[in-house]
């Protein structure tokens, strides 16, 4: 008997082989235009829709094509049973999904891993990218530094413990946020089924390198937030891209964790719509 997914399902698109292995890319499509792709972060349950259900449709009456995919080894994406994920992988998963469509000049959106994963794409693919929107982007420190923020050590520490369902994710997603009364029940009950799909590999260390020194690589212009309360990646990433990548507009917000979309919501929206429509 078939599970009912936690979250909606939109469309699946297969993508050929990636780790030499078929996969295939679960995502949702909404509204027309010049396309943006928001991509998730890492985490227990993490998926497309619940990172940014608040923020899609919203992009989508403004006039854009808003695809919100899965990355690989989250959501209801493929979860290829791997030793561990690295960047390459989950690059492979977007850029499968932008030449299955047919998609041109695209606006990559990253939250945490997304941002590195939006960073690391237009680095490898720099004319498939118009415009990169970047959330406490992951890839501008060493692994070493990651793993003594707050979050990440917690997060690591409760899955060690094998605690599983609801009250693990809510133990590791309350540091995630400013104001974890923020923290649904809609939002547990949307990522604790999903965490009991994932492999181990998206439940450990993931591979991604530290890009800081290929910043100034970018052509594109790039428009970003931080939390200054980030618990997750530290906000001194902000001045890593600023030096490096001179075209680069950073927003700090206070009373902020790692999740801007969802905890200054109406602000984000409407600061990337203006940046998508004014540069």
């Known amino acids: 008997m078939q599970t009912t997914p936690s979250i909606p399902e939109g469309h699946y698109l297969d993508i050929g082989e990636v780790a030499g292995l078929p996969q295939r890319v679960h995502y949702h499509d909404q509204g027309e235009g010049e396309a943006v792709i928001f991509l998730h972060g890492a985490g227990g349950g993490a998926s497309g829709y619940s990172n940014f259900k608040g923020n899609y449709p919203v992009f989508a009456e403004a006039g854009y094509r808003t695809l919100v995919p899965d990355l690989l080894g989250y959501g209801l994406s493929s979860k290829p049973d791997l030793p561990q994920y690295d960047l390459d992988l989950f690059i492979a998963g977007i850029k499968g999904l932008v030449d299955g469509l047919g998609l041109q ?18 680095l490898a693919y720099p004319e498939d990218v118009a415009r990169l929107i970047l959330m406490a982007p992951g890839g501008v420190e060493d692994l070493d530094t ?12 409760i899955y ?28 547990i009950n949307e990522r604790a089924p ?6 181990q590999a998206a439940r450990s260390i993931l591979k991604v390198p530290n890009m800081t020194e290929r910043l100034h690589e970018l052509r594109c212009p790039v428009f970003g937030f931080w939390g200054v309360n980030d618990q ?3 906000a001194s990433g902000t001045m890593k891209l600023m030096e490096h990548c001179p075209q680069a507009r950073m927003v700090l917000i206070n009373r902020c ?12 929206n409407r600061s990337c719509i203006d940046f998508l429509q004014n540069g």
């Open 160 to 187: 060690q413990s094998g605690k599983t369902g609801a009250e693990a994710m809510r133990a590791v997603m309350t540091m995630q946020l400013f104001d974890p009364s923020l923290l649904t029940d809609e939002i």
């Open 232 to 234: 997750f990646n530290p």
């Open 194 to 199: 999903i965490a009991a799909t994932q492999t």
């Open 146 to 157: 990651y793993l003594a923020m707050p979050g990440i050590a917690n997060m690591f520490s």
């Open 257 to 268: 964790g790692h999740w801007v979309q969802v905890e200054h919501r109406e602000l984000f």
């Open 105 to 122: 000049r695209v606006t990559l959106l990253g939250n945490s891993l997304g941002g590195a994963v939006a960073l690391g794409y237009a």
